[in-house]
């Protein structure tokens, strides 16, 4: 086995390089099978054939964009069906009582639109594409989590700040 970092030769497997003090796996200048030059794109070395690309630095950690599809699609759903009940609802009461329908008409319409959006933008950000669109997504969690308090805080924050921090895990 070679360092990566400094293509040394190592004996066994140390968790430190003791020419470099670096991981041996930590780096990509060097093949660890056979210590010839690679360069960070190279996926397998063209002198031995051994694999040289980290999967762990290709996929990292993908809990926060994921959570935060998760939690839109969790605030989403519910918001966008109980938006469909009160504007059916609404409508239907208007006949009746046509201030029902008037309160309602600003708040169900908007409710449902921004459902939507957190929706689709759940799955984007559950995919990992299209960043821009999967924070709006989380914004418009919030914003529809607002009426009942608790899932803004809750989930539409938590939503929000894992998008902006899974940023790096988008593509």
Do not use: Q
């Amino acid at each position: 086995m070679f360092c990566r970092n400094c293509g040394k030769e190592l004996t066994g497997s140390p968790e430190f390089c003791m020419s470099c003090g670096a991981k041996p796996m930590a780096g990509t200048s060097f093949c660890p099978g056979c210590g010839a030059p690679t360069t960070p794109m190279t996926e397998i070395c063209p002198k031995c054939g051994t694999r040289v690309a980290r999967k762990a630095a290709a996929t990292g950690s993908t809990w926060m964009p994921v959570t935060a599809g998760i939690l839109d699609l969790v605030i989403g759903v519910p918001s966008l069906i109980i938006g469909i009940i009160w504007a059916t609802l609404g409508g239907l009461a208007s006949w009746f009582i046509w201030f029902i329908g008037w309160l309602g008409a600003p708040i169900y319409g908007p409710m449902i639109i921004l459902s939507i959006v957190a929706i689709v933008g759940g799955v984007f950000a559950l995919t990992k594409r299209a960043w821009g669109f999967a924070l709006a997504a989380s914004i418009c969690a919030f914003i529809v989590g607002l009426p009942t308090i608790v899932p803004a805080i809750l989930l539409g924050i938590p939503a929000i700040v894992f998008t902006i921090l899974g940023k790096d895990k988008f593509k």
